[in-house]
């Protein structure tokens, strides 16, 4: 069962900017690690970038730091990521998902289990 619904893709010509946003109903924020993946075609999918709801530190993908930005709202329950000065080789589907990390918290990183996730939303950047 989908939980998350993201928002936001499109196509954009290089060089352009989209926002993306994952709302989260029933999730209470600061409970989770929140993160952003895309998959394009033939390859893998990958972590893009990722926020502690609790303390809201970040992590970025090598390739898209400087470019995107994540950010949240936690009484909106909603997950945003600014994607500025696309590229090509940004287009995939672009997904949210969550990872249960209870009160304790835990450092935002890709390499947790992310439980649920959403539906995806295409990101197509091209000339």
């Known amino acids: 069962q989908v939980q998350l619904v993201e928002s936001g893709g499109g196509l954009v010509q290089p060089g352009g900017s989209l926002r993306l946003s994952c709302v989260a109903p029933g999730f209470t924020l600061d409970y989770y690690v929140i993160g952003w993946f895309r998959q394009a075609p033939g390859k893998e999918r990958e972590g893009v970038s990722c926020?502690?709801?609790?303390?809201?530190?970040?992590y970025y993908l090598d390739s898209v730091k400087g470019r995107f930005t994540i950010s949240r709202d936690n009484v909106k329950n909603t997950v945003y990521l600014q994607m500025n000065s696309l590229k090509p080789e940004d287009t995939a589907v672009y997904y949210c998902a969550t990872a249960w990390v209870g009160k304790q918290g835990r450092i935002a990183t890709p390499g947790l289990q992310y439980d649920y996730w959403g539906q995806g939303t295409q990101v197509t950047v091209s000339s």
């Open positions: 926020i502690s709801g609790s303390d809201g530190s970040t």
